[in-house]
């Protein structure tokens, strides 16, 4: 079943190269018709005489997988801007359920059948090397049995995504969702801001049984994946189908250790600051987003269009190449923004794999922080739309840990430009706010990836033996603040965090890609010109080089060790130093 086409803000977009092997017109929602290209490509790999006739299989190949990619996402993008529609959300199921189980055995027969392909071998290592590694590793996990576990598991994790896109609080005489009760979070007035986010825990702590039972259902079904691939626990299974050469989890603890001692003083002494400023005894959860001179919120635009202009003219300030890009998604709709009931929860940039462009969904309510994601799915978007001449499906997927160095230098470099949205004194602000989310978030990161190492490598855990670890968690990492009284809210806080329930150990990426933005940030500091040719130069290069390399085209190191996290820590503190907090 094919979503209404009114559901897709975009409409009808063509490939961006037109189709050799495929026919223009095919259903992809329907196995009957997509199995024969299947069998077609199958037999034409057997008449690759030679290295070209090989290289051409791969195109032609990938774009079999790019069409149906596409097909997915443009299923779960009408999914997660209409939830509340039964048609979009039975397209989207009809798809993980009956496509994806038919097309992974498929996909892991094209595998195989290129690694025994006598001229592999012949197959140029500065153009191939990164394309033969993952699909070697494509074969070496593939299962058959784990084709309806990862189906349950898909199941399992959309019900969370619903839940948490129906979840609304009666507020000022107004129903409102989740994402815009965040708004009230900045309001100067405590009893305004203690009541609107007592509310919103009170909601979520009516789901904690129903968040906890999908939760123990992930558990066991990834459990049982990462065994039957001939893993001890699911910690080994995620690292090494995340791809993950370049580093360890003993790397990841290594990281944590590193934000307790590097970031952790820096936050606390923020946190210190804060409390002093607002005229406090002890910060409460709902102190965390205010102003701390109690400031009226920063308001950067009114209307969701003047957050689409005003970050055109970051774009059109930074690069040309920028500024088309952006203007491109304006201009054939890629953009869904504005924050609505039924509409899911988050943000994110999901790339049409056929038409090779990407799309961007948020939630933006009018606050500083829709400016920052704004930049940060924009920065995916660049990426996106850098590498879309690569012919090669998987050179046009950065790994994850790159991926967010584009987002994250996106916001960092935007920042610089927020004059478009504030007069100077607010400018000052909003960087400031910026620049403590940059230190805040680190601490959240460890806490995340360090909860995902428990619970994984804790197989059969209680309820009570999690909320533990995830409490111990939050004194090792939740700075100084007092949640007296609200002790179940602290304990079932990361309910909150979407990536725990959608995308198993995908998080610690998100510090390693901000030691590599900072470093990018630093090399503007020196030379803006370069730093952003550099940082152009990584992103053109898609997912077509190992990790290591992709980071030092974009002019920093790969390295998240405590020698690597101080001095950028250090950066950040003294940039703060010379931004007066009023």
């Known amino acids: 079943m094919i979503p209404p086409m009114s559901l897709l803000p975009f409409g009808e977009l063509p490939p961006y190269r037109s189709r050799r092997f495929l026919p223009d017109v095919l259903d992809l929602g329907n196995w009957s018709e997509v199995a024969p290209h299947f069998d077609r490509i199958e037999l034409a790999v057997g008449a690759c005489e030679t290295v070209a006739d090989l290289e051409r299989w791969i195109v032609d190949s990938g774009e079999l997988v790019a069409a149906l990619d596409e097909e997915r996402a443009r299923r779960y993008i009408a999914k997660t801007c209409h939830t509340e529609d039964s048609s979009a959300e039975k397209s989207y199921l009809d798809f993980i359920e009956h496509i994806d189980p038919a097309l992974k055995p498929r996909l892991f027969s094209l595998a195989r059948l290129f690694l025994a392909h006598p001229l592999r071998s012949a197959l140029p290592k500065e153009r191939y090397g990164v394309f033969d590694r993952a699909t070697a590793l494509q074969v070496e996990l593939f299962r058959e049995e784990n084709i309806p576990l990862e189906t349950e598991e898909a199941r399992v994790a959309n019900e969370y995504t619903n839940i948490n896109g129906s979840l609304l609080v009666r507020f000022r005489e107004e129903d409102r969702t989740l994402v815009a009760m965040s708004r009230f979070q900045e309001e100067p007035d405590r009893s305004v801001r203690e009541e609107a986010w007592r509310l919103v825990a009170e909601r979520r702590l009516q789901e904690v049984d129903r968040i906890d039972a999908l939760f123990d259902q992930l558990l066991e079904v990834r459990g049982r994946i990462a065994r039957n691939a001939g893993f001890q626990d699911y910690v080994g299974y995620a690292f090494r189908s995340r791809g993950r050469f370049d580093y360890t989890p003993d790397d990841c603890l290594r990281f944590h250790d590193a934000i307790e001692s590097e970031v952790m003083p ?201 909320r533990n670890a995830w409490n111990e968690l939050m004194d090792r990492f939740g700075g100084d603040v007092d949640w007296t009284g609200h002790e179940s809210a602290r304990s079932h806080l990361w309910h909150k965090q979407l990536h725990l329930f959608l995308h198993p150990f995908y998080y610690v990426e998100y510090g390693i890609a901000q030691l590599g933005a900072l470093q990018v940030w630093a090399n503007s500091r020196r030379d803006s010109g370069s730093a952003l040719q550099h940082y152009l130069k990584g992103l053109s290069l898609g997912g077509s080089k190992p990790l290591p390399e992709l980071f030092e085209a974009a002019g920093c190191r790969f390295d998240f060790s405590r020698q690597t996290v101080r001095p950028l820590v250090q950066l950040v503190a003294e940039e703060l130093e010379r931004l007066p907090v009023g």
């Open 266 to 466: 820096l936050l606390r002494r923020l946190q210190s600051d804060r409390r002093a400023s607002l005229g406090v005894d002890r910060l409460r959860p709902w102190d965390l987003a205010v102003d701390p001179l109690n400031r009226p919120p920063l308001r950067p635009y009114s209307d969701c269009s003047r957050l689409e202009s005003g970050t055109q003219e970051i774009f059109d300030r930074l690069d040309p190449n920028l500024s088309e890009g952006f203007k491109t998604l304006r201009d054939r709709r890629l953009l869904d923004l504005q924050n609505r009931k039924g509409k899911a929860p988050g943000g994110y940039q999901y790339t049409l794999s056929e038409a090779r462009l990407p799309f961007i969904f948020m939630n933006s309510v009018g606050l500083q922080r829709d400016v920052e994601t704004l930049l940060h799915e924009a920065g995916h978007a660049f990426h996106a739309l850098a590498c879309r001449g690569d012919d090669i499906p998987l050179h046009r997927e950065p790994p994850i840990e790159f991926c967010e160095v584009a987002s994250m230098s996106m916001e960092l470099l935007g920042a610089d430009h927020l004059d478009v949205f504030y007069p100077p004194a607010d400018v000052i602000r909003a960087r400031r706010v910026h620049l403590e989310g940059v230190i805040g978030v680190f601490p959240w990161i460890a806490t995340i990836d360090a909860f995902q190492h428990w619970l994984y490598s804790h197989p059969g855990h209680s309820h009570q033996e999690r």
